[in-house]
């Protein structure tokens, strides 16, 4: 069959994407370049428009507006067959009535290629499940019927594998595993992944690079470290792990840094961290890049005195720490047990040090709380 | 520690028997149901093999002659072939008519698809009687004769409704996705029609094609008024009822009725082959 799929190569570009329903748009003027060869997440919490994002590119969903591109080849309008673009459903939609091993070779031979047994069993000693070709997929378990819906995607070679939660349904032991499998088997392939997720710690350890969405929009972009260590919005500061966040205020500026005030004491803040529209600021910083030392110990960089330890959980490689500080807000400490030191008690006085390339600085007039409570689990 | 020996209290036969009684209330509830439902075929069974000459009501003696003759009785062939040509042409254009308006019903959207949701219920929900006097009158207005035709006209007509339900409740508990991960690998829509939803749908399809067959062979009073002078294998029952049903009767429906379990058994059995594998 006469189609995309062998001729485009390269970037998958989408062009100020909107998908609208009849009182919302659940996709946004959304823009998005994904690198070829790269392993790309799209994370965001559930109903932000990750799936929609993805059947846009998949072809099973019309934009309202907007363009698709994979290299130089526009594919907005193409028919979901014509377009060399993969898919690995949310649910797996194994075909129930055909084997395992047509299930594989169902593209392949869609497209008339010859040499179908030798590639069908090369997919399955991908997925190590050679044993399975006869079996029909209710027949497999969730793990298997997964490795099995990534075979019979990655069989066609497309210039764009999607990949819809696709280890949403596993249990937490085996989706750590195959985290690590998907990692490999991309790199083993190298082709274009794009992973759509709700969870954090997968989409950080698995990507290349992380796009962050919320209703319908891309809040962030960037590699997992860039994202987790300089974040430019609550919402991306608070879903991304934890973040201390303190109201301050810009007062001065000094070489690569600001100085902001703290309900009173001065700390900085890189200038290249600092996303504020003005003097006010959301000042964050991480719970494991604090330092907590006795109130009378004495050590340089950014410092807030006048902690009071008011709870303390001891967890085997860290200790945590709930600080009251002067003001009222409650501060949270994570300390690797690793320096011998016996933790601190509650009801102790501390003072909590960090150095100032930790810290990065958020428009104040935000809401603090965006983010955190959002439902990680579906 | 020594064991306390506990006497086991022997409880009196009338709660003995209550206890049993309510272990086993649906077992018993299932063989009084089965025998009620399936003491008429025994009995249809039994009277095939009645050596009786003219009426069948009595038994007279065991013979094979009626299973060995089954055409021996004047006119049950030819009124069991009518009801069969009857009900192939019938079931056939039925299904085929009916399993496209599943398809339209349960697949698109269009102008008037509620209407004709409702609409399609109708002639299963009016009386026979009344489709079947009405038929007649619109086929004698249009000047054409009871008869052959008329009746398989009036068969296809009244067997759409089944096909369509049956049909539309398979069709919807299809997985669209299903369909959508066929066209995500390069199936077109004429492919993906034929390799995965039509496989998906067709049991669904050949249960209403089996609906339609036996709505359409037993069917006696829409017949009854759109036949004409054919004779249908119902028809020709209730006719003779009055005279005596000639044992041959009996061998065509057990023969009905043998037929119809093997093909359920057989489905049953290639169903349960295919889940095993
Ligand atoms: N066919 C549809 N009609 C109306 N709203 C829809 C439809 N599909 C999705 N939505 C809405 O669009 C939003 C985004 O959905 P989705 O892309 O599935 O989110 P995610 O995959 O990120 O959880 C949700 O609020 C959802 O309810
Ligand atoms: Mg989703």
């Known amino acids: 069959m006469a189609d995309a799929s062998t001729s485009s190569r390269g970037d998958l570009k989408l062009t100020r994407i909107t998908k609208s329903y009849s009182d919302f748009n659940a996709v946004d003027d959304l823009s998005l370049t994904i690198k070829e060869g790269s392993f790309f997440a799209l994370l965001g919490p559930s109903g932000c428009g990750k799936t929609t994002t993805l059947r846009m590119i998949a072809g099973l969903e019309e934009p309202t507006a907007g363009s698709i591109h994979i290299g130089t080849t526009d594919i907005t309008t193409m028919k979901p067959y014509q377009r060399p673009v993969n898919t690995v459903f949310q649910n797996y939609a194994l075909f129930p009535h055909l084997s395992i091993y047509e299930n594989i070779a169902f593209g392949l031979r869609r497209r008339g290629i010859k040499d179908v047994k030798s590639a069908v069993d090369k997919a399955l000693d991908l997925v190590e499940l050679p044993h399975l070709a006869d079996r029909k997929p209710n027949q497999l378990s969730g793990g298997q019927q997964q490795r099995i819906a990534l075979a019979r995607a990655i069989i066609n070679r497309p210039a764009l594998l999607l990949l819809d939660e696709p280890l949403g349904a596993l249990d937490l032991k085996l989706r750590r595993q195959m985290q690590i499998e998907l990692k490999w088997i991309q790199k083993e392939v190298g082709l274009t992944f794009v992973h759509v997720t709700h969870d954090q710690e997968e989409a950080m350890t698995m990507a290349d690079t992380v796009a962050l969405m919320h209703d319908g929009k891309i809040e962030q972009m960037g590699s997992p470290a860039d994202l987790y260590d300089n974040p430019k919005s609550v919402f991306v500061a608070n879903f991304l792990g934890q973040s201390n966040l303190i109201d301050g205020k810009i007062v001065d500026s000094d070489g690569d840094n600001f100085v902001v005030d703290l309900f009173g004491q001065k700390v900085s803040v890189l200038k290249s961290r600092s996303s504020a529209k003005d003097a006010s600021v959301l000042f964050g910083i991480r719970p494991e890049k604090l330092r907590i030392q ?31 500080m002067p003001w009222g807000q409650e501060i949270m400490v994570f300390e690797q047990n690793d320096d011998g030191i016996p933790p601190l008690a509650k009801g102790d006085g501390v003072r909590l040090s960090w150095e100032p390339i930790f810290s990065f600085a958020l428009d104040g007039h935000e809401d603090a709380t965006a983010g955190s409570e959002v439902e990680v689990s579906e | 520690m020594s064991t306390v020996e506990v006497p086991v209290p022997t409880l009196p036969f009338g709660k003995r028997f209550t206890r049993w009684f309510g272990r086993n209330t649906i077992r018993i509830y299932a063989v009084v149901g089965f025998t009620y ?12 093999f009645n050596d009786s000459a003219k009426s069948n009501l009595t038994w007279v003696g065991f013979t094979f002659k009626n299973w060995q003759n089954p055409c021996g009785a004047p006119e049950v062939c030819d009124a069991l072939g009518n009801s069969i040509r009857i009900g192939l042409i019938a079931t056939t254009v039925a299904t085929i008519l009916g399993t496209m308006i599943a398809f339209a019903l349960g697949r698109h959207r269009f102008r008037g698809r509620s209407a004709t949701n409702t609409l399609i219920f109708l002639p299963m929900a009016t009386p026979e009687v009344v489709l079947g006097a009405s038929l007649l009158a619109m086929f004698l207005n249009f000047g054409i004769n009871p008869g052959f035709w008329p009746t398989v006209i009036a068969h296809i007509m009244f067997c759409i409704s089944f096909v369509v339900v049956t049909v539309k ?6 997985d669209p996705r299903l369909e959508q991960a066929a066209m995500d690998l390069y199936a077109n829509e004429r492919e993906t029609f034929r390799r995965i939803t039509l496989p998906l749908v067709a049991p669904g399809i050949a249960g209403a094609a089996l609906l339609a067959f036996s709505l359409s062979f037993d069917d006696f009073i829409i017949t009854n008024f759109n036949s004409g002078t054919i004779n249908t294998f119902p028809k020709f029952v209730y006719v003779s009822a009055g005279r005596g049903i000639p044992a041959q009767a009996n061998v065509v429906g057990s023969s009905m009725f043998f037929l119809a379990l093997f093909i359920v058994l057989t489905g049953e059995l290639i169903g349960r082959k295919r889940r095993k594998r």
Do not use: C, M
Not at chain 1, 297 to 304: E, H, S, Y
Not at chain 2, 169 to 174: E, H, K, N, T, Y
């Open chain 1, 294 to 324: 006795p109130s009378d110990a004495d050590k340089p960089g950014n410092v807030l005195t006048g902690g009071r330890i008011v709870d303390v959980s001891y967890i085997g490689v860290s200790t945590q720490y709930q600080v009251e």
């Open chain 2, 37 to 48: 439902l399936f003491i008429p075929v025994l009995y249809t069974f039994a009277f095939s």
């Open chain 2, 169 to 174: 409740a398979r069709i919807a508990s299809l």
